[in-house]
């Protein structure tokens, strides 16, 4: 069982070393971060903010914060960065501890069991076929509440998770179904809405790609970490929100 610990409590931090697991990239206060940041502030219109607060969400998943309880939801046509963005926050975490779970599988046993170790799921649309028992999952996930999953030829067991979530779609998302788990579950959805679109663009946004993100990574992480705030509190998702939902 894997548990994180908050950076620099128990560990003297060191290259590559955040808490008790690695990760692929150093922090070190001494990199100068400005290229890296130039390259990514073009995919979120130039608003610091809004890139602040997403650099907020990679740092809680480093640190497998989830004291926040929201999830991330990042809308926008192909093209926009989206998925690119979904690639730099997933390259944070050891492939042992990620998952790629969409939301209507949150219901099933057999993937839910999977995430007592993840510190990040990345998954696609969420769509209007979410059951209830998924919507139910999501609100103990985030809310820091022990997950029942029952096993087949073994005994069931219950699990908290330190697991962020991200999602990311065309669409605005699509939740029809009305119950109090789901409805609880709205409240802690934070949108971020990529309108521009580099098809043809010269901007270089495949420089952030999973090949080429090495190169800047370093740079990322440490603007990242030193971002001061909580996620989930950017004023500037109450519009998103109501385009996004």
Known sequence: YTRVLPFNDLLKHRKTIFCVYHIHYSWDNTIDTGEAISKLLPMFNDN?????????????????????????????????????LSNIISSLVPDEHKRAVSLNKFGDDTFISNFENALLNCGSEIDKGVSSEAWGNLLKITGGDKIESRQVYSRPKSFVTFMNMLFNGNNSLVITKTNSARDACIDRIRVMIFSKNYRGSTHRIKDFDKVNFNQYGDAFVTYLMSVTGSFGNWEGYQEENKQGI
């Open 48 to 84: 610091i903010e809004k890139f602040k607060e997403f650099c907020r969400f990679g740092k809680a998943v480093i640190l497998g914060d989830v004291n926040h309880q929201c999830f991330l939801y990042l809308k926008g046509e192909k093209g926009c960065g989206k998925s690119t």
